[in-house]
C-alpha cells in the first residue's frame, strides 16, 4: 500500500455538513491500491467508556481517477460532537490507521488515544455551506443586451448599424440591441425551456460589451432606463424565470466619475487611493480606439489584463468597499434580482468578497453568487465567498473529449471525476456549467460545424451536476470565433446560411423564424441545434 498517496483534511471539501443529519467524509487513496476503508468515529467524550474504535462504518468508493480512488460516508453523530480516523485495508493485505497525526499500524495502542483522531468539535449548521435550492433546478440563457434583439430604435446609440449588416462585428461596432428586445423575447425564452437569465452588464458604459463601468446605478441608455428594467425582471419572475446581472468591481472605465476626476485633478484627486496608481501625471488614454484600448500595454496604473479604459480598484481602501457594497445591496433592494455574477472575481481580495456575501445574502438569503473564475477555486467556494465559479475547468475536458478529441473517455471520467471532488457536494451541484460565453469561441465553431456533436456534448453537459447555461443563439446554431466575432447579433445565424430558402433579410430573421422555434421549445434542452 501506498500511505503517501493517502490524503484527507478536516473542516473541507473532505469533511463537511452537507444538510442537517448528513455530514459528508471524503478519504483519498491511490488508484487500485486499497481495498476498503472504514470510518472509525464516535463521541470524543465517550471514546474510554464505548470504545467505538471496536468497529467500523464501510466508505463507499464514489470516484476514481488516473492517479486516486475517493471514499466516502455520509453519517452523523447524535450529540453533534466527533472524532474520527480511519482503517484502510490495502489489496496487499497491509491494515493501516489513518490519523490527524498520520500512519500508524491498526491497532489498539493508538485507537485509543483521543488526540490521534480527526475532530468535528461541534457540528455548527450556520458554519455550513448553503446553496440556493432553487439553482440546481435552473437552466440559464446568457444575454449580451447589444446582441440579442433591437426592440426599440429611439434609443439606438449614434452610429448604429443595421442589424446582420457585416460578417464580423469589431469592438467598435453597435447594433442596437437593449433590455426591450429582450422583454419582447421573454415569452420565446419560456417557450425554450428558460428558467434564468444572465445579463452580461447593463450599467452604464462607453463600450457595447459594457464592462468599463461609467455609472454602476444606471441602466446604460443604450439600452433603455431603470424603469424598463424593473419591468423585464417583475415580466421574467411571473414566468418563473430568475434574473442574474453581471457586475465588475475589479475595475471601472475611464469614462467614471472617479478616474475623470484624477484626470483632471492628478495627485489632488480625492479618489487617487481609489486605484493603484504608479505615478503622476496619469497617462490620458481616452483618444485610442476600443482595439487600441484592449492592448494598450502598460501604463502607469494597474488595470484589467492590459485594456488601458479599465483602471483596477484598490478593493481594499474603505471608501471603495462602501461604494461597491452599497451597488451590490442597491440593485437588489430596488430591482429583486436574484444573482450577480462577478467579473473577473480571482482578481478581488478575499477579505471584499467576505463582505459582499454578508451585506448581499443578508438581504435576500436565496442569492446565487457566481464568480468568473477559470481555474479551481476552492479558497473562493467555502461558503463566505462564492456559491458556484464559472465551471469552466470542468467543461474543458468535456471539450477535449468531444471537440478535441484529446482524451479517451477513461481519461474523460478520470478529469471530471478530478473536477468534482474539488468541492463539497452542494457546491457542485450549483456549479455553473457552460461551453461558450461572450469570452470564447462559440460551440458550433468548436465543433467545427457540426451540429450533431453539438448536441451529443450538450446532452453530456447537461446530464452532469450543476446548472447549465446556454449562450445566446445556440439556439439556433449561431456561430462565431473569439471575441467580438462571438458577440455577432442573434439573427446571424449558421441555422440560417444552411437555409435554402434565404430572403436575404437577416434583420429580419426572428420575426419570420422564431415560431418554428417555438414549436419545438428546449424539448430535450437541445432540440432546435
Given amino acids: 500500500m501506498d500511505t503517501a498517496a493517502i490524503y484527507h483534511r478536516s473542516e473541507s471539501e473532505y469533511a463537511y455538513l452537507y444538510e442537517r443529519g448528513h455530514y459528508h467524509i471524503r478519504i483519498r487513496t491511490k488508484t487500485r491500491?486499497?481495498?476498503?476503508?472504514?470510518?472509525?468515529?464516535?463521541?470524543?467524550?465517550?471514546?474510554?467508556?464505548?470504545?467505538?474504535?471496536?468497529?467500523?462504518k464501510e466508505m463507499k468508493k464514489v470516484a476514481t481517477t488516473n492517479m486516486h480512488d475517493y471514499w466516502m460516508i455520509d453519517t452523523h453523530e447524535p450529540t453533534k460532537r466527533m472524532a474520527y480516523g480511519f482503517r484502510v485495508i490495502g489489496k496487499d493485505g497491509i491494515e493501516i490507521f489513518y490519523s490527524d497525526q498520520g500512519v500508524y499500524p491498526f491497532e489498539e495502542t493508538f485507537?485509543?488515544?483521543?488526540?490521534?483522531?480527526?475532530?468535528?468539535?461541534?457540528?455548527?449548521?450556520?458554519?455550513?455551506?448553503?446553496?440556493?435550492?432553487?439553482?440546481?433546478?435552473?437552466i440559464w440563457y446568457q444575454i449580451f443586451p447589444e446582441r440579442f434583439r433591437n426592440g426599440d430604435n429611439s434609443n439606438d446609440p449614434e452610429g448604429t448599424l443595421p442589424w446582420g449588416s457585416k460578417e464580423h462585428p469589431t469592438r467598435d461596432d453597435f447594433y442596437g440591441g437593449d433590455l426591450q428586445g429582450v422583454l419582447d423575447g421573454l415569452d420565446y425564452l419560456e417557450d425554450l425551456g428558460i428558467n434564468g437569465i444572465y445579463f452580461t452588464p447593463v450599467f452604464e458604459a462607453h463600450s457595447n460589451h459594457k464592462y468599463?463601468?461609467?455609472?454602476?446605478?444606471?441602466?446604460?441608455?443604450?439600452?433603455?432606463?431603470?424603469?424598463?428594467?424593473?419591468?423585464?425582471?417583475?415580466?421574467?419572475?411571473?414566468?418563473?424565470?430568475?434574473?442574474?446581472?453581471?457586475?465588475?468591481?475589479?475595475?471601472?472605465?475611464?469614462?467614471?466619475?472617479?478616474?475623470?476626476?484624477?484626470?483632471?485633478?492628478?495627485?489632488?484627486?480625492?479618489?487617487?487611493?481609489?486605484?493603484?496608481?504608479?505615478?503622476?501625471?496619469?497617462?490620458?488614454?481616452?483618444?485610442?480606439?476600443?482595439?487600441?484600448?484592449?492592448?494598450?500595454?502598460?501604463?502607469?496604473?494597474?488595470?484589467?489584463?492590459?485594456?488601458?479604459?479599465?483602471?483596477?480598484?484598490?478593493?481594499?481602501?474603505?471608501?471603495?468597499?462602501?461604494?461597491?457594497?452599497?451597488?451590490?445591496?442597491?440593485?437588489?433592494?430596488?430591482?429583486?434580482?436574484?444573482?450577480?455574477?462577478?467579473?473577473?472575481?480571482?482578481?478581488?481580495?478575499?477579505?471584499?468578497?467576505?463582505?459582499?456575501?454578508k451585506e448581499t445574502t443578508a438581504i435576500k438569503e436565496d442569492l446565487y453568487i457566481l464568480g468568473e473564475i477559470w481555474h479551481s477555486s476552492q479558497n473562493w467556494l467555502n461558503g463566505d465567498e462564492f456559491h458556484a465559479v464559472m465551471n469552466y475547468a470542468f467543461t474543458d475536458n468535456i471539450e477535449n473529449y468531444f471537440f478535441k478529441k484529446i482524451l479517451s473517455p477513461t481519461r474523460l471520467v478520470s478529469s471530471l471525476n478530478s473536477q468534482r471532488?474539488?468541492?463539497?457536494?452542494?457546491?457542485?451541484?450549483?456549479?455553473?456549467?457552460?461551453?461558450?460565453?461572450?469570452?470564447?469561441?462559440?460551440?458550433?465553431?468548436?465543433?467545427?460545424?457540426?451540429?450533431?456533436?453539438?448536441?451529443?456534448?450538450?446532452?453530456?453537459?447537461?446530464?452532469?451536476?450543476?446548472?447549465?447555461?446556454?449562450?445566446?443563439?445556440?439556439?439556433?446554431?449561431?456561430?462565431?470565433?473569439?471575441?467580438?466575432?462571438?458577440?455577432?447579433?442573434?439573427?446571424?445565424?449558421?441555422?440560417?446560411?444552411?437555409?435554402?430558402d434565404t430572403h436575404g433579410d437577416q434583420g429580419n430573421y426572428d420575426q419570420q423564424n422564431e415560431h418554428e422555434i417555438r414549436e419545438d421549445g428546449l424539448k430535450n434542452r437541445l432540440g432546435n441545434i
Fill in 111 to 138: 485507537l485509543d488515544q483521543m488526540n490521534f483522531y480527526f475532530r468535528v468539535p461541534y457540528i455548527h449548521e450556520i458554519d455550513a455551506f448553503r446553496a440556493p435550492k432553487w439553482v440546481n433546478e435552473t
Fill in 421 to 500: 471532488m474539488l468541492y463539497r457536494r452542494q457546491t457542485t451541484e450549483v456549479m455553473f456549467n457552460l461551453f461558450d460565453s461572450h469570452d470564447t469561441p462559440r460551440i458550433l465553431n468548436k465543433a467545427g460545424g457540426d451540429k450533431n456533436l453539438v448536441k451529443s456534448a450538450m446532452a453530456f453537459l447537461y446530464s452532469q451536476p450543476g446548472t447549465p447555461c446556454m449562450y445566446y443563439g445556440t439556439e439556433v446554431g449561431m456561430d462565431g470565433e473569439g471575441d467580438p466575432d462571438c458577440r455577432m447579433q442573434r439573427q446571424r445565424s449558421r441555422l440560417f446560411l444552411l437555409r435554402e
Fill in 212 to 357: 468599463d463601468t461609467i455609472d454602476y446605478k444606471e441602466i446604460d441608455p443604450d439600452f433603455g432606463d431603470k424603469a424598463l428594467f424593473k419591468k423585464v425582471v417583475e415580466e421574467a419572475h411571473k414566468r418563473g424565470m430568475r434574473v442574474m446581472i453581471d457586475a465588475v468591481f475589479n475595475h471601472v472605465g475611464i469614462k467614471s466619475a472617479q478616474w475623470q476626476d484624477i484626470i483632471e485633478n492628478q495627485e489632488e484627486s480625492k479618489y487617487k487611493d481609489w486605484f493603484y496608481i504608479h505615478s503622476f501625471p496619469v497617462q490620458d488614454v481616452s483618444g485610442l480606439s476600443m482595439d487600441e484600448l484592449e492592448n494598450v500595454g502598460r501604463v502607469n496604473y494597474d488595470t484589467f489584463a492590459f485594456t488601458g479604459h479599465m483602471p483596477k480598484l484598490n478593493t481594499a481602501n474603505p471608501e471603495v468597499q462602501e461604494y461597491l457594497l452599497d451597488i451590490a445591496t442597491y440593485w437588489i433592494k430596488e430591482f429583486d434580482i436574484d444573482a450577480w455574477r462577478l467579473d473577473v472575481a480571482n482578481e478581488v481580495d478575499h477579505y471584499f468578497w467576505k463582505k459582499f456575501f
Fill in 33 to 56: 491500491d486499497v481495498d476498503s476503508v472504514e470510518l472509525i468515529s464516535g463521541d470524543p467524550y465517550a471514546l474510554d467508556e464505548q470504545k467505538w474504535y471496536t468497529s467500523g
